[in-house]
């Protein structure tokens, strides 16, 4: 089936294997090893999502299979260390005599997205929404699409996948607007976010060396240096990707205009927003229930989501804070 599937390629879109080298050469370029480990992730993603469909009767067991291989993947490069850290704090206060390793890993680039696209895509599968992809090549990439492989937005499979496979031709207006699009994000990445990381970070080395109205504009330069940079980041991605003729789903529409907190999060990194909504606070059970158990989906969503941002207590901290806000 793999080598059919290899063998089908010549017939399908037209330009997705230079796409598909430019992203492996992409990420082959952060570090040439972990390219091992997204081929793998695409190949057993990919038999997955084809084994879900197929079958009726165990469907459920390579749903988890795969999600059980996705997660751990992920959980071994990015948090591993941050947990047995503090396991061994905690061994350590009850005087045992054991440490579990601490490995110091350099994380994969995009593990953090792709995985999410993926599981996303094998619970569309498994809930009759999309159908697998039978073309592996398309399939990989979709997992390895250079534009946003290493900060999104987080495709869904119903989304992306067709256009991968649409014949293309050369489109003047989406080229210009594509290049336009690109060109705003550029600017805010270097000109805005790179200048104003020059005073945060200063303060941030230094932060007992700073007080009152000086940390109060640090903290408000570092507002928008992450905006600037997160979303000029996206617009470069989405900019690339409509030169090519496709189409990223819009990651940020004025979230510093929201007017309360939940608007914010409809309005800030959209695309991870909606895949927890869909993928985690709906199959949860969503607003039905009672007010408790509502409010507990809602702390449950919003601490994975600070573990997502980052392996660190803080980020637990900041995703529980939003979560009680809302």
């Not at 490995?103 to 999309?130: A, E, H, M, R």
């Not at 980041?233 to 030169?243: E, V």
């Amino acid at each position: 089936m793999f080598l059919l599937s290899i063998g089908n390629c010549r017939k399908k879109s037209n330009g997705y294997v230079w796409l598909l080298f430019t992203g492996y050469y992409f990420y082959a370029s952060w570090k040439p090893a972990y390219l091992g480990l997204i081929i793998l992730t695409t190949v057993v993603n990919f038999f997955a999502g084809t084994s879900i469909y197929k079958s009726k009767r165990h469907k459920k067991r390579f749903l988890l299979s795969a999600l059980l291989f996705n997660i751990s993947a992920l959980f071994f490069f990015k948090y591993f260390d941050f947990f047995s850290f503090n396991l061994n704090g905690i061994l350590q206060l009850a005087h045992w005599q054991i440490q579990l390793p601490q490995f110091k890993l350099l994380l994969p680039l995009g593990i953090s997205f792709y995985t999410l696209q993926v599981i996303g895509y094998l619970f569309d599968v498994y809930q009759g929404k999309l159908k697998p992809e039978r073309h592996f090549g398309i399939f990989a990439l979709f997992l390895c699409f250079f534009p946003q492989l290493t900060a999104g937005p987080i495709e869904r499979g119903g989304h992306l996948l067709p256009q991968l496979k649409k014949l293309r031709s050369f489109d003047y207006a989406k080229a210009t607007s594509g290049v336009k699009l690109f060109t705003f994000g550029l600017f805010k990445k270097l000109v805005i976010a790179d200048n104003l990381g020059l005073v945060v970070d200063r303060v941030f080395d230094a932060l007992p060396q700073y007080k009152g109205f000086s940390l109060i504009i640090t903290m408000f330069f570092y507002t928008w240096q992450i905006y600037a940079d997160f979303s000029g980041y996206t617009d470069m991605a989405r900019g690339i990707a409509r030169m090519l003729g496709i189409d990223l789903l819009e990651n940020f529409n004025t979230p510093y205009l929201a007017t309360s907190v939940r608007d914010f999060w409809r309005r800030w990194h959209i695309s991870f927003s909606n895949w927890l909504k869909d993928y985690i606070y709906i199959p949860l059970g969503g607003n039905r229930g009672a007010v408790l158990k509502i409010m507990s989906n809602i702390l449950i969503v919003f601490l994975i989501s600070g573990l997502w941002h980052g392996a660190g207590w803080n980020f637990v901290v900041w995703g529980l804070l939003h979560g009680a806000w809302i």
